[in-house]
């Protein structure tokens, strides 16, 4: 079983990546100095949960968060295929105008970035509407597209609730038998595996999702929600949780409450960044996780 890099091991790390190889269980630490793949390697990056709209002390600088973000995806070499993201685009509100207008800016934020991008709605960006704002945004909140030779699978497991549900299910099911995908990305936004029901870290039929995928010689499976470095292996296939650039939560535990941590005035990005999946014609893809407090360090 691919072994699990929490919080605190991410808080402690310096500007490097923590890799590891999707179809086996080795990490490897490595310097992020110079480009970060071959001439002959691609990648793409995984953002989540920016929770735009949020005002409190979890993230005092959201805006900032997300410019020196946007920054670095920009200064990747080479320059990204396209970018992913896995929900909790904006902080929920009760006022349907507010939340338009939240998904609106935010869609105008990735526009910037220059680069195709792919969404699914967290929780988050359902609250109010079960989605309906979300997708006048940014279209179906599932879907399927192939892309720079992959096959990217979009998921929706939360605004209908905790699942993926069988209309859904029944819809995977049809598009996967007029495809044959040989490597296939699957975004949600909640893991599909059980992580820790307490906090509604789960989805109840995720099970069927991963069997559906057993003819795909290689899946990859990012999600959010968890708000901190995790990974895990299900059904043989590589789970990876995005870094949040919002703020971190807590490791789960039956001790431990539900929320952020403060930002702090000294490290005020602490367990924020985003992941860069790179990958080439002959090997099997890789994720690397980049954290934006290395990354103001490197740069004083």
Not at 101 to 107: D, E, I, N, S, T
Not at 109 to 131: A, I, S
Not at 132 to 141: K, L, T
Not at 150 to 156: K, N, P, Q, S, Y
């Amino acid at each position: 079983m691919m072994p699990s890099i929490t919080r605190r091991q991410l808080l402690q790390a310096t500007w490097v990546g923590i890799t590891g190889w999707a179809l086996g269980t080795q990490y490897v630490v490595e310097p992020m100095a110079g480009p970060l793949v071959s001439p002959a390697s691609r990648m793409f990056v995984h953002l989540s949960d920016f929770h735009w709209g949020y005002r409190g002390d979890y993230n005092r600088q959201p805006a900032d968060t997300l410019e020196r973000a946007w920054a670095l995806i920009k200064g990747l070499t080479p320059p990204p295929a396209f970018v992913v993201v896995t929900g909790d685009l904006i902080q929920a509100t009760d006022s349907a105008t507010e939340r338009l207008a939240r998904l609106q800016a935010v869609k105008a934020m990735l526009d910037r970035l220059g680069l195709p991008y792919y969404t699914v709605p967290g929780e988050h960006d359902c609250y109010g509407d079960r989605g309906q704002s979300y997708r006048a945004v940014f279209g179906e909140s599932h879907w399927i597209r192939t892309v720079a030779g992959f096959t990217l699978i979009g998921l929706d497991n939360v605004s209908q609730g905790p699942f993926i549900g069988s209309t859904q299910r029944q819809w995977l099911k049809a598009q996967l038998a007029t495809r044959v995908p040989g490597r296939a990305v699957v975004l949600s936004h909640a893991p599909l595996y059980d992580v820790f029901l307490p906090w509604n870290w789960y989805t109840y039929d995720g099970a069927q999702v991963y069997q559906a995928l057993t003819g795909i010689k290689e899946a990859l499976f990012l999600y959010g929600h968890v708000h901190q470095a995790m990974t895990a292996t299900r059904f043989e296939r590589p789970n990876w949780a995005g870094l949040p650039l919002s703020w971190p939560y807590p490791e789960p535990g039956l001790m431990e409450s539900l929320a952020g941590w403060p930002q702090g005035a000294t490290h005020p990005d602490m367990g924020l960044g985003f992941n860069v999946v790179r990958w080439s014609d002959s090997g099997p893809m890789r994720v690397l996780r980049m954290g934006l407090a290395a990354s103001r360090e490197a740069n004083r």
